[in-house]
């Protein structure tokens, strides 16, 4: 009776409040609950006969709610086999689908959870695949690092320079480390000026003996074959004019 009494609803528990023998309580509940299939069964049946794969987003929300109707009928009496769940998943397919539908009937799945995890798998597959595509789409160049100006530049000096004296003195671009400095064309500091009449003497002077580059800063190339993005410059720029500010 105690058991009873705690399960069932706070409203029948005042109106059965006074029954004390277990048996007649539970004659009671019969008698007023028993219609109840005659009209859970016509709507489950319905749901069940226009439940359909193609109207659901997602794997999952089509799973929950087929084994939500499929309780329904089996608490009614129903018999649910696995053949009736799988051809519902099957025949429920879109149109669009239909080659697909074709190649998991090929398989053949005996049970229905072994299709559900195989749908589960290639919705997931799917989804990862479309993350990629939206990030960077086919054809689409990857944003280049800070420093991939001069990676690039160290990969491509050979054979692929332009400009004069391409075929004779290779290195005459840019050192490739700061002793290469010695054996430089005499007349490259006449050159960084013409090519960047802003900077100061004082500093070009100091910049050329580390090797840097007078418009980025970054070693291993000179102005005229600096590749680097024109806000990391702008950045480098303005920091040399701001250099007694700084903390």
């Known amino acids: 009776l105690i058991f009873l009494r705690h399960h069932i609803d706070d409203g029948l528990k005042y109106e059965y409040l006074t029954v004390e023998n277990p048996l007649e309580l539970w004659q009671n509940l019969n008698d007023r ?33 087929l084994f939500k109707i499929v309780s329904q009928l089996k608490m009614c009496g129903e018999v649910i086999t696995e053949d009736m769940l799988l051809e519902k998943t099957y025949r429920t397919f879109h149109a669009f689908n239909m080659l697909l539908q074709k190649q998991y009937r090929l398989h053949g799945f005996k049970k229905y959870r072994e299709l559900i995890g195989s749908l589960l ?15 960077r789409p086919t054809g689409s160049a990857h944003l280049p690092e800070v420093n991939a100006s001069s990676s690039d530049f160290r990969g491509r000096g050979r054979g692929r320079v332009r400009g004069r004296g ?33 900077q100061s003497s004082k500093d070009e002077q100091t910049q ?31 920091s040399l004019k701001e250099n007694n500010k700084r903390i």
Not at 209 to 237: I, S
């Open 121 to 135: 798998i290639a919705e997931q597959n799917n989804e990862l695949l479309l993350q990629n595509h939206e990030n």
């Open 33 to 65: 609950f028993e219609h109840l299939k005659t009209v859970v069964l016509p709507k489950a049946l319905n749901d069940w006969a226009q439940l359909r794969f193609q109207d659901f987003k997602t794997v999952s929300k089509y799973n929950s709610t």
């Open 166 to 198: 391409s075929g004779r003195n290779q290195n005459f671009l840019g050192p490739r480390n700061n002793n290469s400095m010695k054996w430089q064309n005499p007349d490259t500091e006449q050159r960084q000026k013409w090519r960047n009449p802003g």
């Open 208 to 238: 050329n003996k580390k090797g840097n580059c007078n418009r980025c800063g970054m070693e291993g190339h000179w102005y005229r074959a600096c590749r680097t993005v024109k806000h990391w410059v702008d950045l480098y720029q303005a």
